[in-house]
């Protein structure tokens, strides 16, 4: 009887007992991520707090000290493509994130051990890289030290660091997908002419007419019919004779879909094509006419 309650009050203190990694901590670890064009930018970091600090600038952290924007294991960033950040060319990786927040300008510098404690400061000759970037402030404090990407466009996007008073914007542009597919030189005149498109709508066929032209080297499909005239671009896989749907405005692309456009071909040369829809469903089908 003994030896069970012994065993029972041994149990319970350990079941009681806080597992190592569920503790909270002070700084809680965040990560923020934004796909642009197929590149993928990953941002992570632990996240301080100003705790009722009125200012952490030029106090915690200092201007002669090197500091990664965060705290514990140091700031990270990963593109899995490279990329240019403030003009400078940053090949795919994962790096570690450093500052040196002097007044008027911080210095961003990028190391390639992405695996470095807060204190573990490199030197700045160890840096892969360095930007001089004026730091911007704001008359509202952020608490929580914070990552976000408040503007995305085509071609890149803008990546911002805010903490206490202090904004941090850095411009990320990307590789364009439509400018490695061009350098691949495809071969486009098997797709080229004019096509009958069909689709269904709540149980109605709508018909549409589809021209197929090589436009500087990218195949698009000028469509006209029931849904009015508008242009897509049909961006190539490295799957043979499968593509991509993008939609266009203005001579841009807009919008790209994930679902695939397969052609069908006989003797060389497309014969039809299918737009695929959610699952498996066909969402168009092209015949050729001419």
């Not at 993928?40 to 090197?66: E, N």
Request: hydrophobic share 40%; no cysteine; glycine share 8%.
């Amino acid at each position: 009887m003994f030896k069970a309650a012994a065993v029972f009050a041994v149990g319970l203190t350990l079941s009681s007992l806080p597992i190592a990694s569920a503790q909270i901590r002070a700084s809680e670890r965040g990560s923020v991520s934004q796909t642009v064009d197929g590149t993928i930018i990953t941002v992570d970091y632990a996240r301080p707090q100003l705790r009722g600090r009125d200012s952490v600038f030029g106090k915690v952290v200092r201007a002669t000290h090197t500091w990664t924007p965060g705290a514990n294991w140091a700031t990270t960033i990963e593109v899995n493509r490279p990329v240019q950040l403030n003009g400078r060319e940053v090949p795919a990786g994962k790096y570690s994130v450093w500052i040196m927040a002097a007044p008027g300008e911080w210095t961003i510098n990028l190391h390639q051990n992405p695996r470095l404690f807060h204190t573990q400061h490199p030197k700045a000759e160890e840096m892969f890289l360095a930007l001089k970037v004026p730091p911007q402030w704001s008359e509202e404090p952020v608490e929580v030290l914070t990552f976000d990407f408040p503007r995305v466009a085509r071609d890149g996007a803008t990546l911002r660091m805010r903490w206490s008073t202090a904004v941090l914007p850095l411009e990320i542009a990307v590789q364009s997908s439509r400018a490695a597919v061009a350098s691949r030189g495809l071969e486009l005149a098997p797709y080229l002419g004019s096509y009958t498109v069909t689709t269904e709508v709540e149980g109605k066929t709508i018909e549409m007419k589809a021209e197929l032209i090589d436009s500087n080297g990218s195949l698009r499909a000028v469509m006209d019919g029931a849904w009015g005239s508008f242009t897509m671009e049909f961006i190539p896989t490295d799957k043979p004779h499968q593509f991509v749907p993008a939609f266009m405005e203005g001579g841009k692309v807009v919008d790209v879909e994930e679902t695939p456009v397969i052609f069908e071909l006989e003797a060389g040369r497309a014969t039809g094509f299918i737009v695929m829809g959610i699952g498996q469903d066909v969402w168009m089908r092209g015949k050729r006419k001419s």
